[in-house]
């Protein structure tokens, strides 16, 4: 081989090598992993995330969907809606007076109310009634004149402001094993006048700007659910009252933080 070819191969065999390191180089570059920063989390603006004041008074006034007919104390909404506020505020300090019997009216709340006379002081209100007006069968003329007496008193109890003060919806008691000896018709009738109740409470929140939260829904499934009736046949269960919470707690946590 001559000199001058010898040194051309060796120029290219040195050119060919270079480029297999390049290439190994660039191939170990390549794979490895690039860190990638997650995206950042976007609060819900449902639910606040604040802080709030140390102490929390809060007040339930109702009858026994309030005092919770055959669930436990714990079980009943008031006490599940504390629970779950404690467990969101944990530097917070939260008191609960329930006023509220099984088979009250409105009559019968005002009538509690007016010789417990709770004072002015408390953080959140939750006014559930109604139910035993139309259960007695009362003139629905009376709900009419009275639920708004109620909620101007839970207003008046929540400081005078009614950004603390949550009205909840009626459960329907003839999606329950009680009814299924009520004939269609009387069902029907239930859900209908429960519906009447319902919508002037609404209508009426929606007017003064008192927040409304709508949970009849939830009983509705009592009968395709046994797990949302409690072991009377009749009342919420622990699971249902749960479910309440759920969509009370979001509504509770902008009360608090206002």
Not at 183 to 208: G, H, L, P, R, V
């Amino acid at each position: 081989m001559k000199p001058q070819f010898k040194q051309i191969v060796i120029v290219l065999l040195s050119i060919f090598l270079l480029s297999c390191s390049t290439d190994e180089s660039n191939t170990e570059t390549a794979v490895t992993p690039v860190p990638v920063t997650p995206p950042p989390s976007v609060p819900n603006p449902e639910i606040p995330s604040g802080p709030i004041a140390k102490s929390i008074n809060y007040l339930a006034l109702g009858d026994s969907y309030t005092i919770g007919q055959s669930v436990c104390e714990t079980c009943r909404f008031p006490e599940q809606l504390k629970t779950s506020l404690k467990m969101f505020y944990t530097q917070t300090n939260f008191s609960l007076k329930v006023i509220a019997t099984t088979g009250w009216t409105t009559t019968n709340l005002i009538s509690a109310i007016n010789q417990q006379k709770p004072e002015s002081n408390y953080d959140l209100v939750t006014l559930l009634i109604g139910v035993n007006n139309q259960y007695q069968g009362k003139d629905f003329s009376l709900y009419e004149k009275e639920f708004p007496e109620l909620a101007n008193k839970a207003i008046m109890f929540a400081k005078g402001d009614k950004k603390n003060v949550i009205v909840v919806s009626i459960p329907d008691y003839a999606y329950t094993p009680y009814a299924k000896n009520l004939s269609d018709s009387q069902k029907t009738k239930i859900s209908a006048e429960i519906n009447q109740y319902n919508n002037f409470a609404e209508n009426y929140c929606k007017a003064n700007e008192i927040v409304f939260v709508g949970i009849t829904d939830i009983t509705r499934q009592g009968l395709s659910n046994t797990n949302l009736v409690a072991s009377d046949g009749l009342h919420p269960s622990e699971s249902a009252y749960a479910a309440f919470v759920e969509r009370l707690l979001p509504k509770a946590k902008i009360a608090l933080q206002d």
